[in-house]
């Protein structure tokens, strides 16, 4: 068949075959470069995807610290009101007992700067050392009339 073909038919015939070849060449070359992108683009999905994954345990974390944190606030907030509570009843006591503080060394004073000489002798007078040391180790108790404790 081949001897019937006159040389240009066989030019063009092995042209043809030629550029079948390079087609499906370049077809396949083509084919490859678009696996090993889809391959790499499927990588990177699957990095996004872990990513994200992680972004979500890292907010539901930072979720549970922040619940954590406002209890916390609401404790520490009800701490703060209870010891504004007790500052405020110790400021009063110690307002009340300077006031009678005030009050009992001004009573003193009117001992000793008194007009009856007995009772300025009295509170003017020292506490001896012994009494003191005596009362050091004594417990406040009432007495009643007939010197017996109550």
């Known amino acids: 068949m081949f001897s019937t073909l006159s040389n240009i038919e066989r030019l063009i015939a092995i042209i043809v075959l030629a550029a079948l070849v390079l087609s499906v060449g370049f077809m396949s ?3 490859y470069n678009n696996y090993s992108k889809l391959t790499l683009a499927n990588s990177t999905i699957e990095n996004q ?3 994200i994954e992680n972004a979500d345990i890292q907010a539901e974390y930072l979720i549970q610290s922040v619940n954590l944190s406002e209890e916390s606030n609401a404790k520490l907030l009800k701490e703060r009101a209870s ?3 007790i500052n405020e009843q110790y400021s009063k006591d110690i307002q009340l007992l300077n006031s009678q503080n005030i009050e009992s060394q001004q009573q003193i004073k009117q001992l000793r700067q008194s007009s009856n000489e007995a009772t300025k002798a009295w509170a003017n007078d020292c506490v001896p050392v012994s009494a003191v040391s005596l009362l050091k180790y004594a417990r ?10 109550d």
């Open 29 to 31: 070359y083509v084919a």
């Open 49 to 51: 995807a872990l990513k």
């Open 83 to 85: 010891l504004a509570k």
């Open 140 to 149: 406040a108790s009432g007495c009643n009339q007939n010197r017996s404790t």
